[in-house]
């Protein structure tokens, strides 16, 4: 797996997600001397701007959001390859003047980092102008739809110009260093690989919590809530790695085929069933992290009226052989008391318990998993506390096998998702991409929770800013005798 040099055009370089991700990315793979030296990096937006103008702004964004000062030599090759282009970028003939900016000779790569409804009219401008070709790459944004229906628009107009081997539909949470190593810890080790299933495992808790509202997004997150915002994408995404077979090869299209099985088997909660596995919520005013915060509805722009959701918990059924019974739990909420993401699997009991004196019921064996922050991987067991006590007393303890991330690979930086993907990008690698029917069939089973809420005409359960989302929730665990993991 070789970079190649390669055109990386920008599409939107003016916006959020290229000036906080997308070139701060490229100047760490840059350093990292990951980025070809015959590379270049083209920002394309609307504005009038000199290139000596995009450079500077370019070292300003890269400066506020790393944190850190350039290195003077990184930041010499890096601007080198930097070039801007003003372009109306739904105007199909401006796209002659863009032409010269890129070399044939190059792979062409091109990100659509612009509202998903001109996404048609870019491709479009450069077909017109007869840039494309077979080993142009695009990636594409999320969201990528409001629904399945929509989705397939966007789909459509892309897939008019480019084939499904040239189009990365990025997830960034597959990018995530501790995700990945969910392939890793599955299918590396053998007592995960004999132990993952319904008859070890009790059940499956995935929750991701921000501790953050909606930064100023209202009329992008009103319109979507967190159920389209984390679940139909990041949550499903990390599901799909937990729960899937193990693939043949670690190819794109093998994996990628065993999380669409996954997929194709969670089970549909409709209006039949929506009040007893889902919880919807939005939160009020409050304190996070000790600092007043407003509630959802009085954010800056806000539509009083709003029911949009900011919280939900799932209780969700995959209906395979593997997973029979065992329940997986999601929770994503905003404005919680802090942001972590966690998977824990419980295991099942112990079939008859030895220890009953000092305990009537042995805790469970737990993995958990900790995908940000603090990144790790703990197993919770019972050990012996050491004293003299013999074997018919002997007192027990919880205690934890823990592999800390940062202590572990101290010596290893973990690099941002986005760091990550462009990488797999400009290699051609698709593996951690989201193919076409992995996001229709996730927007299938979506589509259904989102159409028994609206029937249900239930407004979202309040939880106060700060807290870890409605009492619902809470009960949604209680009635299966069982509770959510506290995060530390
Ligand atoms: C984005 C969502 O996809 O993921 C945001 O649009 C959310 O609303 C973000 O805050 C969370 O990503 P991370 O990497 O900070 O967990």
Not at 177 to 193: C, D, G, P
Not at 240 to 245: N, S
Not at 252 to 260: F, G, H, P, Q, V
Request: charged share 25%; aromatic share 10%.
């Amino acid at each position: 797996n070789t970079v190649e040099p390669c055109d990386f055009v920008i599409f939107g370089t003016k916006g959020d997600l290229a000036r906080r991700k997308l070139l701060p990315s490229l100047y760490q793979l840059e350093k990292a001397s990951l980025v070809h030296r015959d590379t270049k990096i083209i920002g394309v937006a609307r504005n009038e701007m000199s290139n000596g103008e995009y450079v500077a702004l370019v070292k300003e964004n890269i400066e506020k959001f790393s944190g850190q000062s350039l290195c003077e030599d990184t930041w010499a090759r890096f601007s080198a390859k930097l070039d801007y282009v003003c372009l109306d970028m739904q105007d199909s003939l401006a796209y002659e003047g863009f032409k010269e900016h890129v070399d044939a000779k190059r792979t062409m790569v091109c990100y659509l980092a612009t509202p998903p409804s001109i996404y048609g009219a870019i491709c479009k401008g450069l077909n017109d102008a007869g840039i494309i070709d077979p080993t142009m790459r695009v990636v594409l944004e999320k969201p990528i739809g409001h629904d399945l229906a929509s989705s397939k628009v966007i789909n459509n107009q892309v897939a008019e110009y480019f084939r499904e081997n040239q189009i990365y539909r990025i997830d960034h949470y597959l990018g995530k260093e501790t995700v990945l190593n969910l392939i890793a810890l599955r299918f590396a080790n053998s007592i995960f690989a004999t132990n993952w299933d319904h008859n070890c495992i009790d059940h499956v808790q995935i929750s991701v919590s921000e501790s953050v509202g909606i930064e100023g997004r209202w009329g992008y997150f009103d319109e979507a809530g967190q159920m389209r915002d984390m679940v139909q994408n990041h949550l499903l995404q990390i599901l799909t790695l937990i729960a899937m077979e193990p693939p043949t090869t670690l190819d794109a299209d093998s994996i990628r085929d065993e999380k669409l099985k996954v997929l194709k088997s969670l089970r549909p909660i409709n209006s039949s069933n929506v009040g007893e596995k889902t919880v919807r919520g939005q939160y009020t005013g409050g304190f996070v992290k000790g600092k007043e915060v407003p509630g959802y509805l009085d954010e800056p722009d806000a539509n009083q009226k709003s029911e949009t959701e900011t919280f939900v918990a799932l209780k969700v059924e995959l209906d395979n052989w593997r997973w029979a019974g065992v329940p997986f739990y999601l929770r994503t909420g905003k404005r919680m008391p802090t942001k972590v993401s966690e998977i824990v699997i419980y295991f099942k009991p112990q079939p008859h318990n030895l220890f009953k004196d000092s305990f009537a019921k042995l805790p469970p064996n737990k993995l958990t998993i900790r995908l940000q922050p603090d990144e790790g991987v703990e197993i919770t067991v019972m050990n012996k506390v050491p004293g003299l006590t013999g074997s018919s007393s002997m007192n027990l303890q919880k205690s934890k096998l823990n592999l800390s991330f940062s202590e572990t690979f101290a010596d290893e930086r973990i690099a941002d998702a986005y760091e990550k993907l462009l990488l797999e990008v400009m290699i051609g690698n698709q593996a951690l991409f989201v193919r076409r029917d992995e996001i229709e069939q996730a927007w299938t089973w979506v589509d259904s929770i989102i159409k028994a809420w609206e029937s249900s005409n239930e407004p979202p359960e309040p939880y106060q800013a700060g807290t870890w989302g409605p009492v619902a929730s809470i009960a949604l665990m209680a009635r299966d005798n069982r509770a959510w993991y506290e995060s530390k």
